[in-house]
């Protein structure tokens, strides 16, 4: 992420101890990086390769395993849904959120309710902005 800016969440100290929240400043506009999540590419980038865009109450999957419904969906502001790690993981929610900076895009991505190994949701999610990111470019 050449020209994006990365930061997670300066106090976690406010952060529940079963959830993980990374953030990034994307070098696109809010227009554009919404459109991009508004793909099947997008949401591949975010979510993983395999994942497909769906509709409020429709299930996802990616080719890793992880899967989970849609739960909301607001244009340029917030994508809301279920997660699982696999099929027999407990259920966790993931809020994606974004808001305009002038230019650019500031990102969040929180995930709730996380049981399991929070370092490397925390990777899995950076990697995801950064993915996000490089879709925007393409």
């Known amino acids: 992420m050449s020209d994006t800016q990365q930061a997670e969440v300066v106090d976690e100290g406010s952060i529940a101890p ?21 793909t099947n590419d997008g949401v591949a980038a975010f979510l993983g390769e395999g994942a ?8 996802w999957r ?24 696999s ?23 929180r995930h709730e309710h996380v049981d399991g190994d929070l370092d490397a949701l925390k990777d899995r999610w950076s990697e995801a902005l950064t993915r996000l990111d490089a ?3 393409g």
Request: hydrophobic letters at 40%; a negative charge; zero cysteines.
């Open 18 to 38: 079963d959830t993980v929240e990374v953030s990034a400043l994307l070098s696109h506009d809010l227009k554009h990086v919404w459109q991009v999540l508004s």
């Open 52 to 59: 497909k865009l769906g509709n409020k109450g429709e299930h």
């Open 62 to 85: 990616a080719s890793d395993g992880t899967h989970g419904v849609w739960r909301s969906y607001h244009p340029m502001e917030q994508i809301r849904l279920s997660w699982h790690a």
């Open 87 to 109: 099929d027999d993981a407990p259920r966790s929610l993931v809020d994606l959120h974004l808001a305009e900076q002038g230019q650019q895009t500031f990102v969040s991505i």
């Open 135 to 137: 879709a925007a470019e």
